[in-house]
């Protein structure tokens, strides 16, 4: 199982793109990359995967070099409702391992 | 669209005490069920998943049983509510297995 490791805690300011860089040194062949974000009290949300390369959607940007043994949530512009923590997962559904995250703040 | 939803959102019970949480899914068919739980300031937990009627999977060894009666619904139940059952709740789907899981509103549990 494919276990991640992402800083515990980063600040920003409003209008800033923020980089959030997770590391998965035994990243499987057929494993997905995933990140979601959480607020207090909710449960997380899907923000973004990737297998290789470049992802980007509406929201996010998914930065995964060749050897996929690190990816990067990329989030242009932030605002103060982008404070959150911040997960990246590897792997598959039941296999999924959840560290504490990378929590957020977003200062005006 | 699919929608998931669970409740109750919020709940205190005493020790010895039962649960029930309950979990729906719409919008969808066979789903992969799951269960969680969230102690403060940490990572979630996986408690079980389902990948069809009747079949569920336990990953934790604990005071926690799962059910899923029907196709689009999960259940948490406990007999006798320990200290230690307390966290929060969540009830997840996902219709792949890549590791999109959507999530439910969560379940707050306090036992005192």
């Known amino acids: 199982l494919a276990k991640t490791t992402q800083p515990i805690s980063m600040d920003s300011y409003e209008g800033q793109e923020v980089n959030i860089t997770c590391s998965h040194n035994?990243?499987?062949?057929?494993?997905?990359i995933t990140w979601y974000q959480q607020f207090p009290s909710q449960g997380p949300r899907f923000i973004i995967q990737?297998?290789?390369?470049?992802v980007t959607n509406e929201v996010a940007s998914l930065f995964i070099p060749a050897d996929r043994k690190s990816s990067t949530l990329s989030l242009p512009r932030v605002s103060l409702s982008d404070t959150a923590v911040y997960y990246c997962?590897?792997?598959?559904?039941?296999?999924?391992?959840w560290g504490a995250g990378t929590k957020l703040i977003i200062k005006p | 669209s699919q929608t998931i939803h669970q409740w109750p959102a919020t709940l205190v019970q005493p020790v010895g005490s039962p649960l029930s949480l309950e979990c729906t899914v719409e919008?969808?068919?066979?789903?992969?069920l799951y269960w969680y739980r969230q102690a403060a300031g940490r990572g979630l937990q996986l408690l079980f998943y389902?990948?069809?009627?009747?079949?569920i999977s336990s990953e934790v060894p604990q005071n926690l049983s799962a059910s899923r009666p029907q196709d689009r619904q999960f259940i948490l139940s406990s007999k006798k509510l320990l200290l230690s059952d307390s966290g929060f709740y969540l009830c997840?789907?996902?219709?792949?297995?890549?590791?999109?899981?959507?999530f439910g509103e969560g379940s707050r549990l306090t036992v005192l």
């Open positions: 919008g969808t068919s066979n789903p992969n």
């Open positions: 389902s990948v069809g009627i009747g079949q």
């Open positions: 997962l590897v792997g598959r559904n039941y296999q999924l391992i």
């Open positions: 997840a789907w996902t219709g792949s297995n890549t590791g999109e899981l959507f």
């Open positions: 035994n990243i499987a062949t057929n494993d997905y």
């Open positions: 990737g297998y290789k390369t470049k």
